[in-house]
């Protein structure tokens, strides 16, 4: 089967396939993505991060059961979650048992944290990239807000929600992340616990401090995702914040340029981390100019610019 072909026609198994080649860097993965792009641009694409078990993935499963209601077509992109989606689960037994791939509204990918260097992020956006052109009218990312790799992962959807749930500790965890500039929409998950109210001020009074500069005014919302409660609260806002976008057209345009700029740049890294290695191998690849650093012959400067001098005989 063209691979392609059946992936935009929205084959469940052909954008599995194609998403396991990105993973192990597969040259037919690469020539993929090249065909996919051009499809990519219509999915409305929502990031949402935050601590461990802050309730994510229950939230994901409301906000996919809510989709599903209005017959929106659902992608989810989990990176390395450590509790599965329950409709995920119940929703891959039942495509397996049906075999009605094109009729289901729902595929959600998991990506492993593992992988090379700078991998995680560009195998989860590829992934995001290919069930935008298979289709999807909403895809969600879910990343765990630690690293700046999940940071990354989220500047790449429209609408970014940064959940937490009440007690001390995730909030200052989430101002040395710098998630906090990240969040378009602040989600207190676990309502239901009698400390919310007290997170709620902690969260404004830091929006406070950290007022956005492009015109959008974050909003938090409260949810109890084992219940659904707020959820319907929590889509207005999505939708709220999707309209603003697409009345500040240049806004839109200009995240667009960044998200292809940073695309770009961490292909770019990739890439020029490969030749490096390949063209040092003689020398014992970059760990063999690490062994001089570090028996202090010469300086990490003076490693770098030697392995970049090791570029300029030749432009292949
Ligand atoms: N009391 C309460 N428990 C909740 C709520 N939402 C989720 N939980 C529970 O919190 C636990 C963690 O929920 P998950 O949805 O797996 O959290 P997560 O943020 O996806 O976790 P990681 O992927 O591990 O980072 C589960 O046992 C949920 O049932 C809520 O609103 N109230
Ligand atoms: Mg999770």
Redo the contacts with the bound molecule.
């Keep these: 089967m063209n691979l392609v072909e059946e992936a935009l026609k929205g084959n469940y198994r052909a954008i599995a396939r194609i998403i396991t080649m990105i993973e192990n860097d597969s040259p037919e993965g690469i020539a993929m993505m090249k065909e996919l792009h051009l499809h990519t641009g219509k999915a409305y694409v929502i990031g949402i991060t935050?601590a461990?078990?802050?309730?994510?993935?229950?939230?994901v499963d409301k906000i996919i059961e809510y989709l599903r209601n209005e017959k929106k077509k659902v992608g989810v992109v989990a990176v390395d979650?450590?509790?599965p989606f329950s409709g995920g689960a119940i929703l891959a037994d039942r495509i397996r048992m049906q075999h009605h791939f094109l009729d289901e509204g729902v595929f959600i990918r998991s990506m492993a944290t593992r992988g090379s260097f700078g991998g995680l992020s560009r195998t989860t956006k590829d992934a995001v990239k290919v069930l935008d052109a298979s289709g999807f009218d909403f895809i969600i990312i879910?990343t765990?807000g630690v690293g700046q790799d999940e940071v990354d992962v989220v500047k790449f959807s429209k609408t970014t929600l940064v959940?937490f749930a009440p007690g001390l500790g995730d909030e200052v965890q989430a101002m040395k992340a710098g998630i906090m500039e990240i969040g378009d929409i602040f989600v207190i998950?676990?309502?239901?616990?009698e400390d919310a109210d007290k997170t709620e001020m902690d969260i404004n009074a830091m929006l406070g401090l950290n007022p956005k500069k492009n015109g959008w005014v974050p909003i938090v919302v409260k949810?109890?995702?084992?219940t659904g409660e707020g959820i319907k609260e929590l889509m207005k806002q999505i939708d709220l914040h999707r309209d603003f976008l697409e009345k500040n057209t240049s806004f839109l345009y200009e995240k667009e340029i960044y998200k292809s700029e940073m695309e770009i740049a961490t292909i770019l890294k990739e890439k020029l981390f490969e030749r490096a290695l390949e063209k040092t191998k003689a020398e014992g690849g970059i760990r063999g100019y690490a062994e001089k650093v570090a028996s202090r012959e010469i300086d990490a400067y003076t490693a770098a610019e030697k392995i970049l001098d090791t570029f300029k005989c030749c432009s292949n």
């Design positions: 935050g461990p078990g802050v309730g994510k993935s229950t939230l979650p450590s509790s879910e765990v959940a998950n676990k309502a239901d616990r949810t109890v995702a084992t």
